[in-house]
T-cell receptor, first 111, second 114 residues
Framework: DAKTTQPPSMDCAEGRAANLPCNHSTISGNEYVYWYRQIHSQGPQYIIHGLKNNETNEMASLIITEDRKSSTLILPHATLRDTAVYYCIAWRIQGAQKLVFGQGTRLTINP | DGGITQSPKYLFRKEGQNVTLSCEQNLNHDAMYWYRQDPGQGLRLIYYSQIVNDFQKGDIAEGYSVSREKKESFPLTVTSAQKNPTAFYLC?????????????FGPGTRLTVL
């Protein structure tokens, strides 16, 4: 599975859109991009995933560049409860049965 | 409500003792996983199971053992052979073994070995 790179930390004002970048320049054609988040001292929570099309659900939007080498997770109206570590993971169907969680991005939502 | 339960939330043990962490799911998921998380780090896979009575080692299986006698249960034993067992342990499950990586996580057990 491709390696992903994320900034270690970001800040965002409450009510604004939080845009979390992820670089996955070595991603292959059959690898999905998954996003999870982990609020302090809790288990990670699935947010969204995509292959090459942009995706949106009730929690967030995922924008994947045309060359698939990077993606952005967008939380449209961040709240204080969105403060968490966000993990971007590349995962290949039929590949290893594991998600490789890197260091993630620590997102702090400020009032 | 469907979900994954882990118990206890906090666990203290003396060095040299084996300890078993519980993980139960009522989601009817086929696959279950155990991860370990150290402070400030990501998750590392210990063991996973795609079907009852079968399991595979993850990246850091040494010093740990598991069983999968029932679909809904996947207990993890931390043995005395584990050199540094103090950590946050997370159990997860997913609907389809080999399918997309949407995993559901339990609340975790924080193990402290004194």
């Amino acid at each position: 599975d491709a390696k992903t790179t994320q900034p270690p930390s970001m800040d965002c004002a409450e009510g604004r859109a939080a845009n979390l970048p992820c670089n996955h320049s070595t991603i292959s054609g059959n690898e999905y991009v998954y996003w999870y988040r982990q609020i302090h001292s809790q288990g990670p929570q699935y947010i969204i995933h995509g292959l090459k099309n942009n995706e949106t659900n009730e929690m967030a939007s995922l924008i994947i560049t045309e060359d698939r080498k990077s993606s952005t997770l967008i939380l449209p109206h961040a709240t204080l409860r969105d403060t968490a570590v966000y993990y971007c993971i590349a995962w290949r169907i039929q590949g290893a049965q594991k998600l490789v969680f890197g260091q993630g991005t620590r997102l702090t939502i400020n009032p | 409500d469907g979900g994954i339960t882990q118990s206890p939330k906090y666990l203290f043990r003396k060095e040299g003792q084996n300890v078993t962490l519980s993980c139960e799911q009522n989601l009817n998921h086929d696959a279950m996983y155990w991860y370990r998380q150290d402070p400030g780090q990501g998750l590392r896979l210990i063991y996973y199971s795609q079907i009852v009575n079968d399991f595979q080692k993850g990246d850091i299986a040494e010093g740990y053992s598991v069983s999968r006698e029932k679909k809904e249960s996947f207990p993890l034993t931390v043995t005395s052979a584990q050199k540094n067992p103090t950590a946050f342990y997370l159990c997860a499950s997913s609907k389809i073994a080999g399918g997309p990586g949407e995993q559901f996580f339990g609340p975790g057990t924080r193990l402290t070995v004194l």
